[in-house]
């Protein structure tokens, strides 16, 4: 009933709003349908209106996703209804999901937390067919060198991606000048993956692009859309495979790097049945596999991708319904481990046996042992780690992991052989990006959110104690890291459209240069990511 009366007050409110005016239709004496049913029609269109004038930038026409995660029931399962409405209100820490309650009342904004959970007047399909249509391979791909077109150490370039204006960044990481920008997919996110001898970079786009980019001819190669709605992507240890995972559609599509195409779509199926968005995808180059975490589903896959025997060569053609067969080359184990909840955060040991994993807004992370295939720990983690951006290194004999937070202002020392917390660093407000080097005594930290988003903290790994606090432009967001190859120079993005990658000597930890970039997000280092550097991301 109070919905009735919402909807109704709502709709003659909203009537006047322009952004709606062309979604509304008037009722005649003519119209066939009850008033209820033109009354939901009308509450739809102005829902519709709303989301087309606020939302529809970051999630997407027709909510498939963008700059945002799509917005549809199924994307939507771990959120209750009532929180959609207060992240409408209120934002959504550590996103770039703004509070709209300054621009939206009460009622516009149950108007939309209800739209987003209708199904849409037209499911969404992306399957093998469309995978396969929308694979471009960009002329002269055979006229490509087997070595660099230029000077510059190849191991020793950064891939920077300037999300500002949608470019990357080849840098050269001992004479620090841009040698190559190029234009990439819109909204990229995730780190790039390269190929095991740094040649070939991956990137994927929020809205499910995937790029083979040559850096050493300066040249994307190839692209497919492999999802509407994608998380990120990781590159096998021998380099032949790409595995991306995806929000929308609930599933993981392995493509073959050589030809850059399809190989296969796996759909992310829980054990009971009930499907689930992806984390996020890693390789686990130790033990030669992939690494899925599912989002809606207590679960963590591994996938080994290897040849096909003869008796397993013949799989069902996913692209027919006919129950066709089809030879196949690649054959996929898949080992599904239980784990204790969801896991959206993980970080893995530098064997690659022990993951630790930790849900958003969970009390507690767990550590999942990879050969055992079972949950061995859980670990006091306060406030809401980022995980995915910890890094380990060696002190007093024992080997730890630091974590920034996205709640609070902290970095967690985590014991990983007893599991213990064993230091809270206090920092000036929460972080998102953390960065070390082997060869640097200092481990980085950014203080991404609040007032202190302009400062960087410097850490020092012997004593655990912040030893300096870097304010490299006041007033504008200073974060993520990364060290060149030797580990003698910091690289840290000031997040401006008129924004800079500021070098810093690692050890005086002094300025050294400023390259102009719009907005640079993240940037790579080829030998600190195809040699596992335990200080970066992977
Ligand atoms: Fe990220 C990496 C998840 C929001 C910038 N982010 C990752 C990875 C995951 C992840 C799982 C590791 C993937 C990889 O590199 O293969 N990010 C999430 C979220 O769940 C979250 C909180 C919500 C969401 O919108 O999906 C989120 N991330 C953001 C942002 O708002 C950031 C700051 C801006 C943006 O571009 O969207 C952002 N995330 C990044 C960057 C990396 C990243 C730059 C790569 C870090 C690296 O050094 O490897």
Not at 306 to 316: E, G, L, P, T
Not at 421 to 429: M, N, R
Not at 433 to 443: G, L, W
Request: hydrophobic share 40%.
């Amino acid at each position: 009933m109070r919905r009735n009366i919402l909807a109704r007050t709502t709709l003659l409110s909203l009537l006047t709003i322009t952004a709606c005016a062309g979604a509304q239709r008037e009722s005649t004496a003519s119209d066939p349908r009850p008033a209820a049913a033109t009354e939901k029609h009308e509450v739809g269109n102005v829902a519709a209106g709303l989301y087309a004038a606020h939302c529809a930038a970051c999630h997407g026409e027709g909510r498939l996703g963008g700059m945002g995660p799509a917005l549809l029931p199924e994307n939507l399962a771990r959120l209750r209804k009532g929180e959609a409405a207060r992240v409408i209100a209120g934002g959504r820490p550590a996103t770039q999901m703004p509070a709209f309650a300054d621009r939206l009342n009460e009622d516009e904004i149950e108007l939309l937390s209800g739209y987003i959970y209708e199904a849409p007047a037209e499911q969404p399909v992306w399957g093998a067919a469309e995978i396969l249509n929308s694979r471009i391979e960009y002329p002269g791909s055979e006229y490509l060198r087997n070595k660099p077109v230029f000077e510059a150490d190849p191991e020793n370039l950064f891939i920077v991606v300037e999300v500002g204006d949608h470019h990357a960044t080849v840098l050269d990481g001992d004479t620090f000048t841009p040698i190559h920008r190029f234009q990439t997919r819109f909204a990229l996110h995730g780190g790039p993956k390269f190929s095991p001898d740094g040649r070939y970079v991956y990137f994927a786009s929020r809205d499910g692009w995937v790029s083979k980019f040559d850096l050493w001819n300066l040249k994307v190669v190839a692209e497919i859309r492999a999802g509407i709605n994608t998380r990120n992507v990781a590159v096998s240890a021998d380099g032949r495979w790409v595995l991306v995972g995806n929000y929308l559609p609930h599933n993981v599509v392995l493509l073959d790097v050589e030809k850059f195409t399809l190989k296969r779509v796996i759909p992310t199926i829980g054990a009971d049945g009930a499907s689930s968005r992806v984390s996020a995808v890693y390789q686990a180059a130790p033990r030669d596999s992939f690494i899925v975490a599912l989002k809606d589903a207590p679960e963590l896959w591994e996938i080994k991708v290897s040849a096909a025997d003869m008796k397993n060569k013949w799989v069902h053609d996913h692209r027919k319904e006919s129950g066709d067969m089809l030879a196949v080359s690649e054959r996929i184990d898949l080992r599904r481990i239980v784990v204790d909840g969801f896991l959206d955060e993980f970080l893995f040991d530098p064997d690659y046996r022990y993951v630790v994993g930790s849900a958003r807004g969970g009390e507690k992370g767990q550590v999942i042992d990879l050969d055992k295939g079972e949950v061995i720990a859980s670990v006091d983690i306060p406030g809401m780690p980022h995980l995915a951006s910890g890094i380990t290194w060696e002190h007093d004999g024992r080997t730890i992991i630091a974590t920034p937070n996205l709640k609070d202002g902290l970095v967690s020392i985590i014991d990983m052989a007893s599991w213990k917390l064993v230091k809270q660093i206090p920092t000036q407000g929460p972080g998102f990006f953390m960065r070390s080097h082997e060869k640097s005594p200092y481990a980085w930290v950014d203080v991404f959110f609040g007032p202190n988003k302009d400062k960087v903290h410097v850490i020092d790994k012997n004593t655990l104690e912040i030893v300096k606090t870097l304010q490299p432009a006041p007033g504008k967001t200073a974060a993520h890291v990364e060290f060149t190859k030797d580990g003698r120079y910091a690289l840290l993005s000031i997040w401006d459209m008129d924004g800079a990658v500021v070098v810093y000597d690692a050890q005086t930890l002094e300025e050294v240069k400023r390259i102009p970039m719009v907005k640079p997000s993240g940037k790579y280092n080829v030998h600190n990511k195809v040699t596992l550097s335990r200080g970066t991301s992977h």
